[in-house]
């Protein structure tokens, strides 16, 4: 058996394909979950506690967090960052908070996993009143 060596276009040819693979999942990874940790840290200004309804939850996306309100007055957050590849979630629908990346699906008052491929459960924010607004992430 001989052994040739791989002609230059098969070489660039590999070489652009692995390129092409890359650049997937850059955009998969790194562009659909945004820069930054998957959890504030620093205080997040997040306006009117009333714009997360009672029972309710409210995803704010740009800030990768969800909060919740289970009674009046009383809040969590989660954040919106899917443990599974770091996409940001993309909806609450019918009591679930959805990623769209991947399918995974969480609880979005307790971030329990409800459905993979998910693991692990969305991490714990802080999140309190200041001066009449939600804060959530770390006091400054």
Same mark, same amino acid.
């Given at each position: 058996m001989s052994c040739q060596p791989a002609s230059r276009r098969t070489v660039l040819r590999g070489a652009a394909l692995a390129g092409v693979a890359g650049l997937g999942v850059a955009a998969c990874s790194a562009g659909a979950g945004g820069p930054g940790p998957a959890t504030p840290t *620093? /205080?997040?200004?997040?306006?009117? +506690? @009333?714009?997360? +309804?009672?029972?309710?939850? =409210?995803?704010? &996306?740009?800030? &990768?967090?969800?909060? *919740?309100? +289970? #009674? =009046?007055?009383? %809040?969590? #957050? &989660?954040? #919106?960052?899917?443990?599974?590849?770091?996409?940001?979630?993309? =909806?609450?629908? @019918?009591?679930?908070? =959805?990623? /769209?990346?991947?399918?995974? &699906? %969480? @609880?979005p008052v307790t971030g329990k996993v409800l459905d993979g491929p998910a693991g692990a459960p969305l991490p714990a924010v802080p999140v309190r009143l200041e001066g009449g607004k939600l804060v959530a992430g770390p006091k400054a």
């Open positions: *620093a /205080p997040v200004d997040l306006g009117a +506690p @009333d714009a997360v +309804p009672v029972g309710g939850t =409210k995803l704010y &996306r740009e800030d &990768r967090l969800l909060v *919740a309100q +289970p #009674a =009046k007055g009383q %809040f969590t #957050a &989660r954040s #919106a960052v899917c443990t599974h590849s770091g996409c940001t979630l993309s =909806k609450i629908e @019918d009591g679930e908070a =959805k990623c /769209p990346c991947h399918g995974s &699906r %969480f @609880d």
